[in-house]
């Protein structure tokens, strides 16, 4: 029985699946059971930051299974250690929790921002309209699309939405009560829709007017992924938390949540823990992730950034009969059609180009931040046959 038949047999059915079974990768590209190659612009929905098989990656993961792959969060380990000072050292937060995901990420954010009002009482958090945060029920109530909802019962309270990149509308969603705004720099799943900067820097003056904390879901669009290390040095401002995951550790399931020192104390011992967070496997592999990214791969996810938008409206403007609309930042674009995308990405994946949709009528672009040139021009090539 091949791959693909033994899931359908025995997996759980919680993911639309297409019918391929994959075996291996190298770089930008990985390879099916038949052997037939394929371009991966998904890399794992925005995780293999690095790319397949980076041999520095296989080397620190490979070097600490041989040494200690977990202990528990009882003990310090260095590969822990070291890589929140990385992360600290690299940006404007003080201090670093290590989870498992992005889902868990956006948890301990709602935690300790409810933690951190307790003491005024205020409970309530805002997050925005085509958003999307997990798959957990804080996450997911977090999460401002209603069909994610649908099914599930009563969502937690004290959570409320306000209309992305329009400030009026967050201002009337404010009371007394509110304690915190999440919200995603980059939308992802709602449809790659970036943040105004002027809108955002709006929102830091209000949440600092109003004593109120602002929370960066940054699970997709961080990690180097705009072609900065956090995505916030992007936007020109500074939130109170940051949550981020996916490319953190190249694939290791590894997730963050990074706060000011005076919000971070907020958490007492007991008051959240990871069982498996940063464990020293994931976390050999996030400081390679992050000493590549900052010891210049940024500079690719840049000029790459740069080159597959230019591409992308290109592209745009001899199919505007079925496209609307390119947007995004750095290696995180999409493009907007006029009708559902999910078949134009089964005819590029017939063609050996891996693409994935953000939402129903948007083709995600999120490669890996290795991706040159030459990639991208190939993927161009393939979308030029589908269309």
């Known amino acids: 029985m091949k791959t693909a038949e033994l899931g359908e047999k025995y997996v759980m059915k919680t993911y639309s699946r297409f019918p391929l079974a994959f075996e291996r990768g190298n770089g930008m590209y990985v390879y099916d059971e038949d052997g037939k190659e394929y371009l991966d612009f998904v890399s794992g929905i925005a995780v293999n930051s690095l790319g397949h098989n980076h041999p520095k990656l296989v080397k620190a993961i490979s070097e600490q299974a041989e040494k200690l792959i977990h202990i528990s969060n009882l003990y310090y380990t260095k590969p822990q250690c ?35 009002g307790s003491k005024t009482g ?12 997990g798959r957990t029920f804080g996450a997911v109530t977090a999460t401002g699309q209603a069909h994610y909802h649908e099914g599930f019962g009563d969502m937690l309270p004290h959570i409320k939405y306000a209309e ?16 915190a705004v999440l919200m995603e720099p980059v939308q992802g799943e709602g449809g790659i829709i970036p943040a ?17 904390l602002l929370l960066f879901d940054e699970v997709q669009c961080g990690v180097g992924r705009l072609g900065t290390l956090f995505a916030y040095q992007s936007f020109g401002v500074v939130p109170d938390i940051v949550s981020a995951a996916k490319g953190i550790a190249g694939g290791v399931p590894c997730g ?6 005076d919000v971070a104390s907020a958490f007492k011992p ?14 050999a592999a996030g400081n390679v992730v992050v000493d590549e990214l900052t010891g210049g791969l940024l500079e690719n996810v840049k000029a790459q950034g740069k080159y597959l938008r230019e591409r992308l409206e290109a592209f ?50 999120v490669p890996s931040l290795i991706v040159k040139k030459e990639d991208i021009d190939k993927a161009m090539n393939i979308l030029e046959k589908v269309f």
């Open 256 to 261: 963050i949540m990074l706060a000011k020192e």
């Open 82 to 116: 070291t890589l929140a000072q990385k992360l600290v050292e690299n940006g404007e937060l003080d201090r670093v929790f290590f989870c498992n995901s992005g889902a868990e990420a956006i948890e301990a954010a709602l935690k300790l921002a409810r933690k951190y």
């Open 196 to 212: 105004d900067k002027e809108y955002i820097k709006a929102v830091r003056r209000l949440c600092d007017e109003r004593d109120i």
């Open 316 to 365: 745009a403007k001899n199919h505007s009969d079925v496209i609307i609309d390119v947007r995004g930042m750095g290696l995180m674009q999409g493009i907007e059609l006029n009708k559902p995308a999910s078949e134009y990405i089964a005819s590029a994946i017939e063609n050996g180009l891996l693409l994935v949709g953000a939402g129903s009528n948007v083709i995600r672009f």
């Open 164 to 179: 992305f990149n329009n400030l009026d509308s967050l201002k009337d969603a404010m009371t007394e009560n509110t304690i």
């Open 122 to 133: 205020r409970q309530e958090i805002i997050t925005m309209h085509r958003s999307f945060h």
């Open 270 to 283: 007991g008051d959240h823990a990871s069982t498996f967070g940063g464990n020293p496997l994931a976390a």
